[in-house]
Antibody, heavy 118, light 110 residues
């Protein structure tokens, strides 16, 4: 059974870089079929797609975040990562990683809360 | 491209409720629509994918459909139980293959 788990600091200072890793178990990220993505949810608000990566390293980002986002894949560790720079309080959210299969996002990780505060 | 959902809906146990998801432009049938259920404190899970397909384990009380005339998708839940009380999000893709979520609908079963 495929499982995804987010990890990284829960507190980031304003203007710094948010860095998270998603570890995939029960399957390989090296697949011609799947993409691997990040989604976030500010407290009490809706879901926002951040972007996705293919195991080869090709990426696709939300245009509204593109200038600040980098998503990468590490096939040797079966992980993919998110970096969001120049963060502000508006970037405070629960960050989820998920597999994209066709158009469907499934499964999702449990999510990790990242707070931006000094 | 945006997907618009009602902020909230409510219905009684045993009844049927339909949640709409309207596309702002184009043809909603151009890309598959998914529906996710999110209970408080939990990650979203798929209840409908590819417009009207149910993952294994999702009761057949959940169904999805498209209406091209109104450029909308719908999630229908019949035989409501209190376990269905959750937030529901529709999701699809725009013409450049960017993933888009609806704003979410809070379902109250009372």
């Amino acid at each position: 059974q495929l499982q995804l788990q987010e990890s990284g600091p829960g507190l980031v200072k304003p203007s710094e870089t948010l860095s998270l890793t998603c570890t995939v178990s029960g399957g390989s990220i090296i697949s011609g079929t799947y993409y691997w993505g990040w989604i976030r949810q500010p407290p009490g608000k809706g879901l926002e797609w951040i972007g996705r990566v293919y195991y080869s390293g090709s990426t696709y980002y939300n245009p509204s975040l593109k200038s600040r986002v980098t998503i990468s894949a590490d096939t040797s560790k079966n992980q993919f990562s998110l970096k969001l720079n120049s963060v502000t309080a508006a970037d405070t959210a629960v960050y989820y990683c998920a597999r994209r299969s066709g158009g469907n996002l499934d499964p999702w990780g449990r999510g990790t809360l990242v707070t931006v505060s000094s | 491209f945006m997907l618009t959902q009602p902020h909230s809906v409510s219905e009684s146990p045993g009844k049927t409720v339909t949640i709409s998801c309207t596309g702002s432009s184009g043809n909603i049938a151009s890309n598959y629509v998914q529906w996710y259920q999110q209970r408080p404190g939990s990650a979203p899970t798929t209840v409908i994918y590819e417009d009207n397909q149910r993952p294994s384990g999702v009761p057949d009380r959940f169904s999805g459909s498209l209406d091209s005339s109104s450029n909308s998708a719908s999630l229908t839940i019949s035989g409501l139980t209190t376990e269905d009380e959750a937030d529901y999000y529709c999701q699809s893709y725009d013409s450049t293959n960017h993933c888009v979520f609806g704003g979410g609908t809070k379902l109250t079963v009372l």
